[in-house]
């Protein structure tokens, strides 16, 4: 019995989730990661992870960043950009970030 239950609760906590765009899905799990406010939610942006020569990440590590010598911060801080069906729009191309 006990092995049912810990199979159902494993299976479920891998279930697929699919939002049909990109803001819904930011809002929607940005208000499960037990934070009371929305600006400590770190968010990352990665347009490749076989090449990590730029992403995009949440305000809230500037600082660590900054502290970090093998980092180098290429823009100031922005909002999130959507576009008109509300995804994402790349957002190293509209921060002026080249791709390496």
Known sequence: MLDEILQERVSSSRKRVDFPADRECIERIAATVGKLDGAEVTIGWIRNTLAL???????????KLHRNPQLEVLGEPRELEFDP???????????GVAAH
């Open 85 to 95: 069906q509300g995804n994402l729009v790349n957002v190293l191309e509209t921060a």
């Open 53 to 63: 020569s730029a992403l995009a990440l949440s305000e809230n590590l500037l600082g």
